[in-house]
């Protein structure tokens, strides 16, 4: 498994797709993950501390697990089957529940836990992108830094 990091939610165009960007910490790998908008809409609200009257549902479900007195260890991105991405959340005892990419990522960026990727999928479907092309990864990162949740 290689660490990765949330490297933002952007929305690609014609189709108005959000897309999760994913990158190894120790690599130079990308995840791109196709996701919906509610999810997209989430993850991006907490990374700009944005909060809203009422909790979200990955909001709630971080306090559903909290109050059970479970943390959230990891997230692991296993596989890609039939197109779809299958991820796990972890928490103590070896105990794991299957979830989207999308809501995983959401609850991990709530809590802090780390997102792992497994060394197979991101050799079958990780992207490089070549130093000529990293002022396109600070654009988006600029457009990050510019989009609103409510674009989504």
Known sequence: MQELRVVGVRVELPGNQPIL???????????????GAVEAAAIAYEQQGVRPARPMTHDLLRE????????????????????????????????????????AVALAVRTGAPIYGAESLLDEVGIEIPDEQEDEVEKFREFLDNISPEDF
């Open 64 to 103: 559903v697990v909290t109050t059970l007195g479970a943390s959230l260890e990891a997230v692991h991105i296993t596989e890609m089957r039939d197109g779809i991405y299958i991820a796990e959340l972890l928490f103590g005892n070896e105990r794991t529940v299957s979830a989207r990419p999308s809501d």
């Open 21 to 35: 960007l994913l990158k190894e910490t120790q690599g130079e790998r990308y995840l791109p993950i196709w996701i």
